[in-house]
């Protein structure tokens, strides 16, 4: 490489740490959205269920 400035920079990993704990961020609350949905969809056709009963 020509250019001292690019080298650092390509060297430099000070900012791989925080992309890695935002990608986990997304999967967590991907993860929680998914479970929470499946979630809400039972308690809604449970509450369905109850209502037709009446």
Do not use: K, N, W
Request: proline share 2%.
């Amino acid at each position: 490489m020509r250019h001292p400035e690019l080298r650092q920079r390509v060297a430099d990993d000070r900012g791989i740490s925080s992309i890695e704990y935002g990608l986990m961020a997304v999967g967590v609350v991907f993860g929680l959205a998914l479970v929470v949905g499946g979630v809400g969809a039972a308690v809604a056709a449970m509450f369905d269920e109850i209502t037709a009963a009446f």
